[in-house]
């Protein structure tokens, strides 16, 4: 008889910003297929979910992936029921209205990898800061590159998960990196997200790290860390028309106010107009513009006005599922 360890992940009611949790279930002889993961109940009392005196809540299985950490393992990305099978108020993936995978998205993932012990991104010393932002985009050796062996490993436990893991770069800061996602389908791009974070978080333990997600743990002129979310749908890839792209465009600036409230908490302090942002308080789009609420690629243009849009206001602890349902229901209402 084999037995197969199976994660089972979920995001918890903390708000605005929810934690992932996980535990193991070990299976005989699992197939390794979605539909044979079983649902599963949880304390919903000890995540914020439920009340001691009715606590049961419900994990269904929506998407699975090779454990690349665990012989015969599977990460199983899973939503949050009701005891009613209804979802959850803390369900955002359920929130996607996205079931034809029409909409296509790639995440840019940026995060600080702090150390335990200093409580400050690696690369800064003690009682001071390093050398100012500049030399640490996609650098090369010791003096400016802290934290790729972490990074290369986290790159090739995704990519044996089975995700679509496009890249990797060290970003302006010292001990600032991205990774990068793409998937077809809002909730598959959601869910690959989420894993990859598993992933990583995960991975810190053997180092005496930890992912500092927040889009601005390091005051002052330094720039603060995003989730850029490209995305398109049939038409944004197909139209051909300029036109057309103003118009979607346009469709987000008299809800910049909804957009911003699911874009991820204390992103005031990263969208300042400053350091490649703009402003929270404003909305703008422009070609080949990092300054804009929304950036259309030179590719597009170059295309003929057939390709994706940037948004660049997601912060880097914003939830992936809530980002896209967003940017779906405004682009559906352009």
């Keep these: 008889m084999s037995k197969s360890k199976l994660e089972y992940i979920w995001l918890d009611g903390y708000t ?11 299976i005989n002889n699992f197939s390794g297929k979605i539909d044979d993961c079983p649902e599963w109940s949880f304390d919903g009392s000890s995540t914020l979910q439920a009340e001691g005196n009715s606590s049961d809540c419900i994990l269904k299985p929506v998407a699975i992936y090779p454990d690349p950490t665990r012989e015969s393992g599977y990460l199983v990305m899973t939503e949050v029921l009701n005891a009613d099978r209804t979802p959850h108020v803390s369900n ?9 995978n029409d909409f296509w998205f790639g995440f840019e993932q940026e995060y600080f990898i702090m150390d335990n012990d200093t409580q400050l991104p690696l690369g800064f010393p003690v009682g001071g800061y390093p050398g100012p932002q ?10 400016n590159t802290h934290g790729r062996e972490l990074v290369e490993i986290h790159s090739d ?40 974070r598993y992933l990583l978080d995960r991975l810190t ?4 790290y930890y992912i500092e ?3 601005k743990p390091i005051k002052g002129d330094w720039n603060g860390s995003g989730m850029h979310a490209n995305f398109s ?4 890839r197909t139209c051909g028309d300029k036109a057309t792209y103003e118009k979607i465009c346009e469709a987000f600036r008299p809800l910049t106010k909804e957009h911003i409230e699911v874009y991820g908490e204390f992103n005031d302090q990263r969208l300042t107009g400053l350091h490649e942002t ?35 206001r997601p912060a880097s602890n914003a939830d992936p599922y809530k980002v896209a349902a967003r940017i779906v229901k405004t682009v559906k209402s352009a």
């Design 205 to 208: 333990e053997d180092y005496g």
């Design 134 to 143: 500049g030399m640490y985009y996609c650098s090369v050796g010791g003096k």
């Design 278 to 312: 703009q402003s929270i308080h404003e909305f703008s789009f422009g070609i080949s513009d990092r300054g804009a609420s929304i950036r259309i690629p030179i590719g597009t243009v170059e295309s003929g006005w057939k390709g994706w849009l940037e948004d660049r």
């Design 16 to 26: 605005p910003t929810a934690n992932m949790r996980s535990k193991t279930k070990v």
């Design 92 to 100: 955002s993936r359920s929130t996607i209205d996205d079931d034809d």
């Design 233 to 236: 749908n049939n038409t944004l």
């Design 157 to 196: 436990l995704c990519i044996d998960a089975g995700l679509n893991f496009e890249g990797i770069n060290q970003e302006v800061a010292s001990g600032q990196w991205e990774f990068q996602i793409f998937a077809k389908g809002a909730k598959n791009a959601g869910d690959e997200i989420w894993i990859a």
């Design 213 to 215: 997600y927040h889009p």
